[in-house]
């Protein structure tokens, strides 16, 4: 017989739990940023962010974070929220537009389109060019964004057509669309710099990255399926 599963009970980690202490800061700023730069989103999605409590969230990711990564790291959170609310059934086309003129802009050029989303950005990529340098941004940062944005554009594929992609495709999809990668870049900047791609690129690591990506994966998928709040997350073949 199998016994009922108690995470309180059953799970045990081998370090104390940690929140950074400017997390409460954070979160504060962030309800200002949302009221400031983010009136485009919709009210449901403005108040679904305001009790996400971004800054907590990430104040327990990165506890070791000075104040300055760790309203950085705020900003990312909240505009890739964001991009995710505003674009997630939108054709691919579309999703792939917005990642290219999104990547040009942190890559130091001005938006060639005025729009609300992309006009955050410059402010952004000066906050992360203090944390982190133009080499980081470039090989790190945009590197998974780009990524990012290619898993997003081939979910909406699937989720607009209705159709079940096969489990390798679908985890592929996710690996990328679920972003990880891009808090990985955030925890090298925090710990140590800007490691050796010999370092970042180790089979070792990248396998950690990887079940990391895989538990986002299924908690997140599996929880908004049992609740029936969207369609499909990736359509998760069955």
């Not at 691919?92 to 609300?116: F, M, Q, S, Y």
């Not at 209705?162 to 690996?175: A, E, Q």
Request: net charge negative; with cysteine.
């Amino acid at each position: 017989m199998m016994l009922p599963f108690n995470p309180r009970v059953q799970v045990r980690y081998p370090f104390s739990a940690e929140r950074n202490p400017h997390a409460a800061e954070m979160d504060n700023d962030i309800i200002t940023l949302i009221a400031d730069n983010y009136s485009f989103l919709s009210e449901k999605a403005r108040d679904k962010y305001r009790n996400t409590h971004i800054g907590y969230c990430a104040g327990c990711i990165f506890p070791k974070a000075g104040r300055t990564h760790l309203e950085a790291i705020c900003r990312v959170f909240m505009w890739t929220f964001a991009v995710d609310d505003k674009f997630e059934w939108s054709a691919p086309a579309v999703i792939e537009e917005i990642g290219d003129a999104a990547l040009r802009v942190l890559l130091g050029n001005k938006p060639a389109v005025e729009t609300p989303l992309l006009n955050a950005l410059p402010e952004m990529r000066e906050q992360l060019l203090a944390i982190a340098g133009k080499e980081w941004l470039e090989k790190r940062f945009c590197k998974s964004l780009a990524s990012y944005f290619s898993g997003l554009a081939e979910e909406s594929h699937y989720r607009s057509s209705g159709i079940y992609p096969d489990m390798n495709t679908y985890l592929d999809i996710r690996l990328r669309s679920v972003n990880v990668d891009i808090m990985t870049n955030l925890a090298e900047v925090i710990t140590a710099g800007q490691l050796p791609d010999s370092v970042i690129g180790h089979p070792v690591i990248r396998e950690i990255e990887l079940l990391v990506c895989r538990i986002l994966i299924w908690c997140n998928d599996l929880f908004l399926l049992t609740r029936k709040e969207r369609i499909w997350t990736c359509s998760i073949p069955c």
